[in-house]
């Protein structure tokens, strides 16, 4: 076959009814999976991205996209069509000095310097000059503020983002590790693995942060100063069966032997687990949760933490079940009730 899909579908085109078709192999929520080819070209990607107190760490990664298209030649639609912006109430309220920043030409170091105290406020002076020809009518800027250093906060907020914005075919999302906290980064990279949603990861490289930290476009074309790197990944596989053996450790809110519970759930789930020997349900999942300390251990039983109660109660929710096992029938008015507290606010946008 000569035609190919882009990566981000993980589909393939077919001749359907006479017309080009790709078929999405991803089940994902109150979408249809066949869709005719020329709609992606409406849609476009929306880029996650983290800020702290250094703007170039979300604008260099976009202003390099407008300037180099052609390597993403794959994909039909808008190279970028929204970007929500993760970051602190401090950042956003200006409690936060912005670093200096200069709008350097790209590939260079020349330009003027630009004076701001606000990441935000340099953010939006920079779309309006740098990239508005690059993102569509209605296309936009906008804020996700979350608490950097609260992993849970991070990843609910994150995880709603996503939802908010995959709900139709032709939907993508990109997201861009360069900036924010540690504590964001790993929640958005959680959501991506979980989700399988994520089109590409990426961030941008820089060898001498404090030499170069203050553009906001790519000083150099050189690669050994600056760069545009892809992460490669894989959607997490996730294990309920992993969970299902937590889960009657808290039902019995007390000490059960190893062979207890594997009879158990070879009674209630024979086709995972009537072939499960004790040696390898021991190895595979006691361990395993004894070492994250889902359990504790005394001799040959176990029972359940608070915190293997608390990892059931995340796992148990309605956001993580939509973002990890999304039913076929999963529609937007379900998707809308998880994401009605979620508060974006609108930074820039065109009209």
Request: glycine share 6%.
């Amino acid at each position: 076959m000569k035609n190919k899909a882009p990566r981000s579908y993980k589909s393939y085109i077919e001749d359907f009814g006479g017309k080009r078709v790709f078929r999405d192999i991803r089940t994902l929520p109150g979408i249809s999976r066949i869709k005719i080819e020329e709609e992606e070209q409406k849609m476009g990607i929306t880029h996650f991205a983290p800020v702290g107190t250094r703007s170039g760490a979300v604008t260099s990664a976009l202003v390099y996209l407008k300037h180099n298209q052609n390597k993403f030649s794959e994909f039909k639609g808008q190279i970028i069509e929204k970007v929500i912006v993760f970051t602190s109430p401090e950042v956003r309220n200006g409690e936060l000095d912005c670093k200096k920043c200069k709008n350097n030409e790209y590939g260079s170091s020349n330009g003027p310097e630009w004076e701001s105290k606000n990441v935000l406020d340099v953010i939006k002076k920079f779309a309006e000059k740098e990239l508005k020809s690059v993102i569509p009518d209605k296309g936009s800027i906008q804020i996700c503020i979350v608490n950097p250093n609260d992993y849970d906060d991070c990843f609910d907020k994150i995880a709603k983002t996503l939802l908010k914005f995959t709900q139709g075919v032709g939907e993508h999302i990109w997201m861009n590790f360069t900036g924010g906290t540690n504590v964001m980064n790993i929640a958005l990279l959680e959501v991506a693995l979980l989700s399988g949603r994520v089109g590409r990861l990426y961030y941008t490289f820089l060898s001498d942060i404090e030499r170069y930290g203050n553009y906001l476009q790519p000083p150099s074309e050189d690669k050994s100063i600056f760069r545009f790197v892809e992460i490669p990944f894989m959607k997490r596989n996730f294990d309920e069966n992993y969970y299902k053996v937590l889960r009657v450790y808290k039902k019995s809110n007390g000490w059960l032997s190893e062979n207890q519970v594997l009879s158990c759930l070879k009674g209630k789930d024979p086709e995972s687990f009537s072939k499960m020997s004790i040696e390898t349900f021991k190895r595979d999942y006691l361990n395993i949760m004894d070492g994250r300390e889902l359990i504790c251990r005394d001799k040959t039983t176990n029972k359940i933490t608070e915190y293997g109660r608390i990892t059931l109660e995340k796992i148990d929710s309605s956001l993580f079940k939509a973002l990890v096992a999304p039913k076929t029938e999963t529609g937007k008015e379900e998707i809308n009730g998880l994401t009605a507290d979620l508060d974006l606010e609108k930074l820039w946008s065109k009209s």
